[in-house]
Nanobody, 119 residues
Framework: VQLQAYGGGLVQAGASLRLSCAAS????????MGWFRQTPGKEREFVAG????????YYADNVSGRFTVSRDNAKTTVYLQMNSLKVEDAAVYYC?????????????WGQGTQVTVSS
């Protein structure tokens, strides 16, 4: 599966932003999907994940309650709605796919999209 993320940008703290990740290739609906992020000098960290059917979602503690991951299997797209953004949310965000739980890693990655949050 090939992934392409978009929707990043510059926003002020407290604002909202929605990222999208369009998938191409076969069998999008068999993959668990999710989002990771990375800042310079730090390891890539898990942000949010959603099961292949969309019936379950899971989040990192530092975004729970502010971020919402969703997917549209008909459009082969996964979304990350980010509300109440904080300066510390600034990072390059990557979408990912795997047959496993994404909290243990991901096999397929999209290119990153930059999110910048100003104070």
């Amino acid at each position: 599966v090939q992934l392409q993320a978009y929707g990043g940008g510059l926003v002020q703290a407290g604002a909202s932003l929605r990222l999208s990740c369009a998938a191409s290739g076969r069998s999008f609906s068999i993959y668990n999907m999710g989002w990771f992020r990375q800042t310079p000098g730090k390891e890539r960290e898990f942000v949010a994940g959603i099961t292949r059917s969309g019936d379950r979602t899971y989040y990192a503690d530092n975004v729970s309650g502010r971020f919402t991951v969703s997917r549209d299997n008909a459009k082969t797209t996964v979304y990350l709605q980010m509300n109440s953004l904080k300066v510390e949310d600034a990072a390059v965000y990557y979408c990912a796919a795997d047959l496993r739980d994404l909290r243990v890693g991901a096999r397929y990655w999209g290119q990153g999209t930059q999110v910048t949050v100003s104070s």
